[in-house]
């Protein structure tokens, strides 16, 4: 027995017309899409970012130093690079940097760049900072001036 | 963004040059700083430049009381250098110093200490309370030397006035396991203990004494020395044993 007898030639007729719509579509707009797709990766590369003026928090027993910057993209679920004017900020100093690395999970952050610390009669300049132990510790890195202003 | 780039470029600029009331601090390798402990370690061919003193060193721990800039103590190590406005000049392995109260501890090979005509010198550690005048020089090689005096032992301690911009020792003891020295320019004095006393202008000298003036050798258990006319007593514990006073001549 034919078992293609048995189909609905009316149905059979309609897919394979979707078919040849679907293959045709795909044949002349497959370049613009393919296109579109590059243009959107460069974008991630260069200019994109998972998160606009991202701001977060290390807390200690002491303080709560705030952290905001320009920009921020995850790296994973807890590790987070901030960049364009990088502002660590407690009651007692301030930290600017352009790109800081931050671990949300373990409050620990560091610097690479350039970096300025200042708090009441303290200025500091240094090749990049590393803060840990909740922020309790700051060590700044690489040939380093400090100016106290008092 | 232009307003934080604007605070960078001022502090920048305002740290280019040191100015009076400031401090300046450089470093090769960075600085940790401890906010719950107050302290913060400088790192490798540190600098130190201040109004008041200058610190030159290759690891320096920093107290500070109510910010950083508030520095109230600072202990140095490696090959340091310590220079105040003062006229002090230490040098020493290891230089720790008060600035609130101007203390100065240097411990180590060669420690030494000038203060303008006052020079201290040790193999362990030489110690000077600058508000009080008092010091305290002990170990190997320890060495006084003022204008007038020089002075070896083991133990030295004393304190020091200063009167019209000169320092002067007031009160001084010495001590040595073998024999302390002190040379003035005419006597040349040796003991196990000597006490001095700018006051009475008395040196005295206890144990294994010997007294050098001239030609004149005089050796006993006790010494009483008037450094204004040189002139001096001695005498022995022992009846059994007796000043003895060798002269010698020269040859003329």
Known sequence: ?150 | MIKLFIIIIFFSSSILSREVGQTEITTDEGIEVFQKEKYYLLKKNVSIISDNFELRADLVKAYFDKDLYDISKIESEKDVILKSSRGILAKGDKINFSTKNESITIEGKSSSLTYDNIFMFSQDLVKVDNLKGNFIIKGNEAELKTDSIHIFGTLIKGNFVTIDNVNEVEKLYVEDDKQANIKTENINMFAKKANYNKQDNIIELFENVKVIRGNEIIIGDYANIDTLNESYKIKSNNSDKKVKILISQTNE
């Not at chain 1, 960049?83 to 790109?99: G, L």
């Open chain 1, 1 to 150: 027995m034919n078992y293609l007898l048995q189909l609905n030639k009316s149905l059979v007729l309609i897919f394979l017309i979707f078919l040849t719509i679907i293959s045709l579509i795909f044949f002349f707009v497959k370049d613009e899409i393919f296109s579109k797709s590059e243009i959107k990766f460069d974008t991630i590369s260069d200019n994109s970012f998972d998160i606009l003026n991202p701001k977060f928090t290390i807390n200690n027993a002491n303080e709560i130093i705030t952290i905001q910057a320009e920009k921020g993209n995850f790296l994973n679920k807890n590790n987070i690079v901030l960049e364009n004017d990088v502002v660590f900020k407690s009651d007692k100093f301030k930290i600017y940097s352009s790109k800081v690395f931050f671990d949300k999970k373990n409050q620990t952050a560091y610097s690479k760049k350039n970096s300025t610390f200042i708090s009441e009669g303290t200025t500091i300049e240094s090749k990049g900072f590393e803060i840990t132990d909740k922020g309790n510790t700051i060590q700044f890195n690489g040939k380093t001036k400090i100016m106290l202003l008092k």
